[in-house]
């Protein structure tokens, strides 16, 4: 294990980036340091443009303290969140702020080869747009809607769809972005991320929920995504007696299972967004598969609650567009189901980000695969002007 920089340019980054301390005088409060060292790191960022100058706050005396900030124009980061049936592609600054997006009805089925080949065709497209180049990118996080395996970055086995199973993500990119640092997580967990830091942010514990045709959870727990030991956290199982293997929630509780129920009586439907629009037209059988399925889904996270006394449930994905008709259901057999200690102050609600919940997520893996401590002292260590981010991870 490389020796962990404790006074590296990436530690004061890491504060700067997180909002903690942005002046010189709360970087010092925050590290210990004395002025000449922080100085120096400092000037490291700032010589490497990684950090900017954004002006002087207001004070009530004296000289107005200096603020910084990361510089959102050094790079792009590409981001990637692949679904059931929908796959949405983002390209983002340094600050996860979306340039440019795109979407497209394609998912797990298609299978990774052709996933990965129509993004990287359509991220040439964005960027042309924006008059920029694959140079330009300098990380890439990609959200896949099953777990993975965090010490290998390689797709845990099995998967929802058996193409998928032992797939390291990574290697579709080569070629294309080979300098750019690269991050991949189970879908839930970058939406997590995102709703946490973004949507969310007045909560330190959350569970998340993925509802489309899959399902997935996700913890946030102290501020932190929690993926458990080896990434495979949060694989809901419906609420059975008897000592029968657990077996996947989504299995019995899902858009695939109202799906292919819908397409049993003659309803032509392939995506969840074609559920929640006949949802939201307000076709009866519908609306109570999903009550049905809301059901299934808040009897098993009421176990969740009691478990880890959350202070939220979130619920996104698709099928939360269809609202109160699946929410409600969610939220009802919850406060149901847990004990009463635990629902004391509980939020049950749909996302905040919305469609966007992933891409963010996404781009903010990446984001963190950038910025590391580590990664970003040994670049700038030495101070010399110029130096690129384009380096793949040390």
Do not use: C
């Amino acid at each position: 294990m490389a020796h962990t920089l404790s006074t590296g340019s990436g530690v004061v980054l890491g504060l700067i980036r997180s909002g903690l301390a942005t002046t010189r005088s709360d970087l010092i409060d925050q590290l210990g340091w004395s002025r000449i060292t922080l100085a120096r790191r400092l000037d490291e960022l700032l010589l490497a443009s990684i950090v900017v100058s954004v002006g002087q706050l207001d004070s009530r005396g004296g000289r107005p303290p200096e603020e910084f900030a990361v510089n959102p124009h050094a790079g792009l980061l590409l981001a990637v969140d692949i679904g059931g049936s929908h796959t949405r592609l983002a390209i983002t600054d340094l600050v996860s702020t979306i340039l440019s997006e795109d979407e497209a009805d394609i998912g797990l089925s298609e299978g990774p080869a052709e996933i990965f080949e129509w993004a990287g065709q359509v991220f040439d497209h964005m960027l042309d747009r924006l008059g920029k180049t694959r140079a330009d990118v300098v990380g890439i996080g990609v959200g896949v809607p099953g777990p993975v395996d965090f010490v290998t970055g390689r797709l845990a086995t099995p998967q929802v769809d058996a193409q998928w199973d032992g797939v390291l993500v990574k290697d579709y990119f080569a070629g294309r972005f080979d300098n750019a640092v690269f991050a991949v997580d189970r879908d839930v967990n970058i939406m997590a991320l995102a709703e946490a830091r973004r949507g969310w942010s007045e909560y330190r514990d959350v569970a998340v929920l993925k509802a489309g045709i899959g399902v997935g959870l996700a913890f946030v727990l102290d501020g932190s995504i929690y993926h458990g030991s080896r990434g495979g956290a949060g694989d809901l199982s419906p609420v059975r007696s008897g000592g029968a293997r657990t077996e996947r929630l989504e299995t019995i509780a899902s858009g695939a299972v109202i799906r292919r129920e819908l397409q049993r009586r003659g309803y032509r439907v392939r995506t969840s967004n074609d559920i929640v629009g006949l949802a939201n037209q307000g076709d009866p059988e519908v609306l109570r598969l999903l009550s049905e399925t809301g059901t299934a889904i808040g009897q098993s996270l009421a176990h969740v609650v009691g478990l880890l006394n959350p202070q939220a449930v979130v619920v996104g994905g698709n099928l939360a567009q269809a609202g109160e008709p699946f929410l409600g259901a969610i939220r009802d057999a919850i406060f149901a189901g847990a004990r009463d200690f635990a629902l004391q102050g509980l939020v049950v609600e749909k996302s905040r980000l919305g469609h966007i919940a992933g891409i963010t997520g996404a781009s903010l893996i990446a984001q963190d695969a950038l910025f590391e401590a580590d990664r970003i002292s040994r670049l700038t260590r030495g101070g010399l002007p110029g130096v690129s981010l384009l380096i793949p991870s040390i």
